[in-house]
C-alpha cells in the first residue's frame, strides 16, 4: 500500500517562528502536494512539485516555501508563522505516467497546525 | 479561484436512497477525480475519470463527466450509513500536475 507520512498530527507554534511540516512518500511518486483546509473552504493548494527541486506555486502560496531535494521528501515552510496560518495542512503524492496522464493521488493523514 | 463548484453543499438522505452530488470546473481538464473524506482524516480516492472518457463505474459508484458543460456528477447508490463523509471533486489541469479541490459536499446517510 501507498504510505504518505506526514511527521506531526498536531503542532502548536508561536507567531513568528520559522515551521517546517514534512511529508514522505514510499511509492517513487514524482507529483507531490501540500494543501490546506478550512472548514467551508475546502482544500487549497499551497504548492507543487512534479520532480526533485521542482516547485511551482499552487492557489495560495504567499507566506510559504517549500523543498523538495529529495524524490520521497516534499517539505513546507512556514517563513515566520502568523495566526491566519492556524489550519489542517495535508499532504499528497501522485504518479506521474505522462504529461497528460497523472493519477490518482494518496493523502496523508494531516498536521493540525495551531499558530497562537 | 480556479476551484469548481460542487453542489450542494449538504446532503442529507435515508439509508437505501441515491446520493447524486455535481462538480462544475472553470478550466479544461486533464482528469477529474472524486474523494471522500471521513471527519479529521486524510482523503481517500475513489475514482478517476480521464477527460476522454463520459462515464465510469466502480462497485456502488458512478461518475459521469460532460466536458461541453464542464460538469460532472457522482452517483452513490443504495447508500449505508458507512457513507457518511464528505465528497470532494479534484482535477488535474496543465502540462505540469496541478491538482486542485472544491470545496466539499457533505453527505449524511441517516440509518
Known amino acids: 500500500d501507498v504510505k504518505v507520512t506526514q511527521s506531526s498530527r498536531y503542532l502548536v507554534k508561536r507567531t513568528g517562528e520559522k515551521v517546517f511540516l514534512e511529508c514522505v512518500q514510499d511509492m517513487d511518486h514524482e507529483n507531490m502536494f501540500w494543501y490546506r483546509q478550512d472548514p467551508g473552504l475546502g482544500l487549497r493548494l499551497i504548492y507543487f512539485?512534479?520532480?526533485?527541486?521542482?516547485?511551482e506555486k499552487g492557489d495560495i502560496p504567499e507566506g510559504y516555501s517549500v523543498s523538495r531535494e529529495k524524490k520521497e521528501r516534499f517539505s513546507l515552510i512556514l517563513e515566520s508563522a502568523s495566526t491566519n496560518q492556524t489550519s489542517m495542512y495535508l499532504c499528497a503524492s501522485s504518479f506521474l505516467q505522462g504529461v497528460l496522464w497523472n493519477t490518482e493521488a494518496f493523502f496523508g493523514q494531516g498536521t493540525r497546525l495551531t499558530v497562537v | 479561484s480556479q476551484q469548481g463548484e460542487e453542489d450542494p453543499q449538504a446532503l442529507s438522505i435515508q439509508e437505501g436512497e441515491n446520493a447524486t452530488m455535481n462538480c462544475s470546473y472553470k478550466?479544461?481538464?486533464?482528469?477529474l477525480q472524486w474523494y471522500r473524506q471521513n471527519s479529521g482524516r486524510g482523503l481517500v480516492h475513489l475514482i478517476l475519470i480521464r477527460s476522454n472518457e463520459r462515464e465510469k463505474h466502480s462497485g456502488r459508484l458512478r461518475v459521469t463527466l460532460d466536458t461541453s458543460k464542464k460538469s460532472s456528477s457522482l452517483l452513490i447508490t443504495a447508500s449505508r450509513a458507512a457513507d457518511t463523509a464528505s465528497y470532494f471533486c479534484?482535477?488535474?489541469?496543465?502540462?505540469?500536475?496541478?491538482?486542485?479541490f472544491g470545496k466539499g459536499i457533505t453527505l449524511s446517510v441517516r440509518p
Open positions: 479534484a482535477r488535474h489541469t496543465g502540462a505540469n500536475s496541478k491538482l486542485t
Open positions: 512539485s512534479y520532480d526533485v527541486k521542482m516547485k
Open positions: 478550466t479544461s481538464i486533464n482528469n
